[in-house]
């Protein structure tokens, strides 16, 4: 059973950085489509990005299309999420999960969710 945990949120100022993580366990995330997804208060849980299990392709929502960047490194198991040039409306819970094939951006077609972690962007 694969177990993930996401790690690396905090606060930070508008137009500031962070780098997420996704460490997993107990399976090999390259036998994985790992996305990531966020969840502002009173909103539904939204696709944040996505990154391809063979090939490593990319893919992103519109909103954070040029300002977040996912990679995976398979030596450490983890698919990080590097966020520049934060915005207020960033501010969220940052999740990941898995899955096995093809791409998708609703959250119900994604298991093994980690905690999250928690992203506020603010001055």
Request: with cysteine; aromatic share 14%; proline share 3%.
């Amino acid at each position: 059973q694969v177990r993930l945990a996401e790690s690396g949120g905090g606060l930070v100022q508008p137009g500031g950085s962070l780098r997420l993580s996704c460490a997993a366990s107990g399976r090999n995330l390259r036998n994985y489509w790992t996305a990531w997804f966020r969840q502002a208060p009173g909103k539904a849980r939204e696709f944040v990005s996505a990154i391809r299990r063979s090939d490593t392709h990319t893919y992103y929502a519109d909103s954070v299309k040029g300002r977040f960047t996912i990679s995976r490194d398979d030596v450490q198991n983890t698919v990080y999420l590097q966020m520049n040039n934060l915005k207020p409306e960033d501010t969220a819970v940052y999740y990941c999960g898995l899955r096995l094939s093809g791409y998708y951006t609703e959250e119900r077609y994604y298991s093994d969710w980690g905690p999250g972690t928690q992203v506020t962007v603010s001055a």
